[in-house]
């Protein structure tokens, strides 16, 4: 079974947001797959939901130390990875991830995650065609995201609460 809800989010403080809505959705053994462009806001999302959920440490991108763990004073731990660079699913399992005892974020993970796992929730990032900086601007302009979100399994059958995340 599989629900999307796709939203426009305008800026990283709204990205940020949406992570601290999901974060009030999830739990212990829940998964979820980011899927976007460099730059197109996963790690502002995961930064969202891991102040939400109250971690320890600052959530940065993990993309040289393919996982981070985040512990939780009372909760499971937020579990941060980027698969870029994996080949295939059996190197995504070697890193012996708590999928059952933690919430766990899959950057690049497209491919990979679905052999390991039921369940998941699949955010997929886009940003404008043909967004970023021209040589005169000194930074990249803020353009919106459509942010599209997919539920698989009975687990995320219904994605009701999104309505409070639309910007």
Known sequence: MTVAVTLSIA???AMARLGTALAAELRA???VLLTGELGAG???LTRGLG???GVRGAVTSPTFVLARTHPRVDGPSLVHVDAYRLRDAAELDDLDLDFAGSIVVVE???GL???LVDEWLAITIERPTGA???AAEEIEPIEPRTVTIEGVGPRWADLGWLHAARD
Do not use: F, V, Y
Request: charged share 25%.
């Open 11 to 13: 800026d990283p403080d």
């Open 29 to 31: 053994g829940d998964t």
């Open 42 to 44: 996963k790690t502002t």
């Open 51 to 53: 102040a939400a959920l």
């Open 108 to 110: 690049w993970g497209a």
């Open 113 to 115: 995650l679905e052999h």
């Open 132 to 134: 970023g900086a021209t």
